[in-house]
């Protein structure tokens, strides 16, 4: 008997799954080109305006077309532009909507904005004049920031903080010193300031002198009944403590001709209208005029 064959049989062992080829890299780059895609068109989205959206949907939108007949009335015939359909013979048929009659149209030369006259140029003096203003509201906001600071600086001066009112207005830069619930600027039916308010009237000094603006000082009371002797009434009293703060701020160095204007207004204007007996209508307002803007030559004030 005849030996048997012999069979060699080769196994060969893969080497687990392998990558599949390239393919899947190009697929996830397709998904990571798509996803960039997306999160910038929703950042786009959110970005624009709704002016801005509805431009880009009006763009993108399908041009208006008129309606269509069918071409010989039939469910699988031919449509087309035309009103007259298949009858027209292939021909189309064109209308032209006319426009109602109106005024004839004026020429270009006609409808062009008039040219600005010379006159309507701000002139030189007008642009200093500008400018002047510009840099003296900057110096406003300057002596503002510098008084709160100076506030916040000194302890003996912070608990003012609440009791000094700083703005600017169309006069100019204006100071008050109002008087609060137990701490009076001034001893009552007096003109003589507190040590507090000297203290104070010390560092608004110092601001008003970096600046050359002249100055108006006014008193004013509230609408109580103040009758002291010889007549002496509320209008009296605060032209005096008005006058008083004059001399205090001369004595910390405001040159005298700086001063404007020194007033007593009694309770006529009142900080609180709602409240005529409030304290905080007892108060000194110290405004640092805005300079007049200069004339035009040949103009007298």
Known sequence: MADDAIVIKKIKKGGGHGHHGGAWKVAYADFVTAMMAFFLLM????????????GIADYFAPASV???TSGSGGILD?????????????????????A??????????ETAPPSTPAETRPSAEEIESAE?????????????MSLRQAMQDMPDLAELSKQILIDITPEGLRLQLVDQEG??????????????????????????????NRITIAGHTDSGQFEGPNGYTNWE????RA?????????????PDRIYQVSGKAGSEPLLPEDPYASANRRITIVLLREAPPLPPGTSP
Do not use: C, H, Y
Request: overall charge positive; cysteine-free; aromatic content about 4%.
């Open 243 to 255: 006058n008083a703060t004059r001399k205090l701020l001369m004595q910390d160095g405001v040159v």
């Open 183 to 212: 701490r009076p600027m001034f001893a009552a039916g007096s003109a003589e300031p507190t040590d507090r308010v000297k203290r104070l009237l010390q560092e608004v000094a110092k601001v008003v002198q970096r600046l050359p």
């Open 237 to 240: 009293l605060s032209s005096d």
């Open 132 to 144: 002047q203003s510009a840099a003296e509201q900057k110096d406003f906001e300057s002596a503002e």
């Open 66 to 68: 008129s309606k269509s």
């Open 43 to 54: 950042w786009l989205i959110n970005t624009t305006s709704p002016e801005q959206k509805r």
């Open 100 to 109: 109602p009659e109106g005024k004839p149209a004026k020429s270009s030369a």
């Open 78 to 98: 031919g449509t087309s532009f035309s009103e007259d359909g298949g009858k027209s013979g292939g021909a189309v048929a064109v209308v032209v909507k006319m």
